[in-house]
């Protein structure tokens, strides 16, 4: 079995991780700067001389690479700004791993890399200032003590911020007993390439196990037992605040049948022993419908293979409108040879009466209906929160509405039905079998994320989902790079490869193809790159 006896089984590779980190970077988080003394205990008018001042800001996203177990190191490359000796300044470029475990927080419910310990992997001095050995040594025993501190204590963790957070199923009371409980977790490491998650939910399975790759190629891989989603679906129904009741109206233009209009002359003709003639047309014809439709009975379902689902014991209540209105343009006439032919008349028989211009109402139908539903048939999707979720498709019931103006044709009738009946089958309540398994419309540090080459299959005792994620304001786009970059904060421009660069926070970066929309929008040239430029 691919959920290898969890309820939930999920896989995610090592290339989806390093996108979620990459929001962290570009956000602009991870900054770490402060002071620091070589000797304590010095006089003050000497501090200066054992002060140091340092920043580190990183250059380029942070790497994620798995390791055996549930080891994560992540890479970060940065550059390291000191400030010694009361002013000289000293630039470094650092390359340090972040050894983390990964693990889910069950406090939090949220999947995260926790820190474990800093190791400075090499130190580059880009300064021509000549620095002792002995220095950069010091340095290093310093920058291992700072960054430990400061990842252990104020990082502490990386959240891993793109799928299984919280676990919360929609429309439930806020409290701890309407929460999905959780029995077990496990997290392991396989081929140092995916991370897999194991969760049961009600109850604990003793032969659950983390081994076996099932991503397919794909980044993202959630495995569930049908068995779990009825549980799901039984704690949720029992326990949300939620009415199971949908809302609709809407609005349509439709086709008239033309032999209501040739009927309703005829009738004319025949009433007034043929000497009033008419001549009608209807226009503009509209169809307002509505109404509100409630699952009040919990259905039972069958999963079947195409992704289908089969319901029974399905019963929905329903209170539903209908108004059809029309121009009605009618010119009357009387005809003073009354049936007799006009072809065949001696003089003028045919005298316009009245012209008749006036919106009407055709049809005016509202109802109310108590429906069993013997046979229904659905289809397991992903809704739009990412749920798992059955959308009924096929439902066998018939509408009958106690009132029904005269005039109006059988299939003209049968048409009208036939179109409520479907949006009644459109809009019954979706049916709700997990929590958001992937978050996506979830706005994470100002990011938003979309799923891609998705795809769902339910095979024997379980269904798998196969999936990739785009981070809609990090995917790649085959466009120009801009030729100058602008820090929004300081409101200078720059060249693209200009050092400056390197330190303006990614968050407060902007780019320019054209250098004098940032000159007219009051950003100022940068006095090394881009000296000769100025707006008089």
């Known amino acids: 079995m691919a959920t290898n006896n969890y309820d939930m089984l999920v896989q995610l590779d090592e290339k989806l991780l390093n996108k979620a980190l990459a ?15 070589f000797v304590d205990g010095v006089p003050e008018e000497l501090l200066g001389f054992t002060k140091m001042k340092y920043k580190l800001q990183m250059k380029s996203e942070p790497f994620v ?48 890399y926790k820190v474990h310990n800093v190791q400075i992997i090499s130190l580059m001095l880009n300064d021509k200032i000549q620095m002792h050995r002995n220095f950069i040594s010091k340095l290093n025993q310093i920058f291992s003590i700072l960054l430990n501190d400061y990842f252990k204590k104020t990082v502490k963790v990386f959240e891993i911020p793109v799928a299984i957070q919280n676990l919360d199923l929609p ?67 029992d326990k949300t605040t939620y009415d199971k009741t949908e809302e609709f109206d809407g609005q349509t233009n439709i086709s008239f049948d033309p032999t ?25 014809v509209v169809l307002n419908y509505g109404g509100t439709i409630q699952i009040t009975q919990k259905p039972e379902f069958d999963f079947l293979s195409g992704n289908l689902v089969k319901l029974s014991k399905l019963v929905i209540k329903t209170d539903l409108y209908a108004k059809i209105t029309a121009d009605v343009l009618k010119d009357i006439y009387l005809d003073t040879s009354s049936f007799i032919p006009d072809k065949i008349t001696p003089w003028e028989d045919d005298v316009k009466l009245k012209n008749i211009n006036k919106r009407k109402e055709l049809v005016s139908i509202k109802d109310a209906f108590d429906l069993e539903i013997t046979d229904a048939e ?16 096929k439902a066998d019931f018939t509408l009958e509405f106690k009132r029904k103006k005269s005039g109006f044709s059988k299939r003209m009738w049968e048409k009208l039905m036939t179109f409520i009946k479907e949006r009644v089958i459109e809009k019954i309540p979706e049916i709700v079998l997990s929590p958001s398994l992937i978050l996506s419309k979830v706005n994470i540090y100002g990011f938003t994320a979309a799923i891609a080459e998705t795809s769902l299959a339910i095979i024997p005792d379980e269904i798998n989902i196969h999936t990739n994620i785009i981070i809609n304001e990090l995917k790649s786009l085959p466009v120009a790079v801009p030729l100058y970059i602008a820090n929004k904060k300081s409101k200078i421009i720059h060249k693209f490869e200009c050092p400056q ?9 902007i780019g320019y193809f054209v250098i004098y929309e940032a000159l007219s929008e009051h950003y100022k040239a940068c006095k090394s790159c881009l000296n000769a430029y100025h707006i008089v």
């Open 65 to 112: 690479d798995l390791r055996a177990q549930n080891e994560v190191y992540i890479r970060i490359s940065g550059a390291l700004n000191l400030i010694v000796l009361t002013g000289i300044p000293i630039s470094l470029d650092i390359e340090l791993n972040v050894k983390t475990y990964a693990e889910f927080d069950l406090g939090t419910r949220h999947l995260n």
């Open 378 to 393: 659905g289809r397991l999707v992903l809704n739009a929160d990412n749920q798992l979720v059955i959308k009924i498709q």
């Open 23 to 37: 929001m962290v970077y570009y956000k602009g988080f991870l900054k770490f700067e402060g002071d620091y003394n």
């Open 260 to 284: 209501i209009e040739k009927g309703v002359d005829i009738a004319t003709r025949a009433i007034s022993l043929g000497f009033i003639e008419s001549d009608t047309n209807y226009e503009n």
């Open 501 to 509: 660069v390197g330190d303006i926070d990614p968050n407060n970066r």
């Open 171 to 237: 429309m439930m009371p806020d409290n701890e007993s309407s929460k999905l409980p959780v029995s077990r977790i496990d997290v392991k490491i396989l081929n140092n390439q995916t991370l897999a998650v194991g969760i049961n939910f009600f109850k604990d399975s003793p032969t659950a196990s983390l081994s076996g790759q099932f991503t397919d190629g794909r980044e993202l891989y959630f495995g569930l037992k049908e068995s779990t989603l009825t549980d799901i679906f039984n704690f949720w129904w």
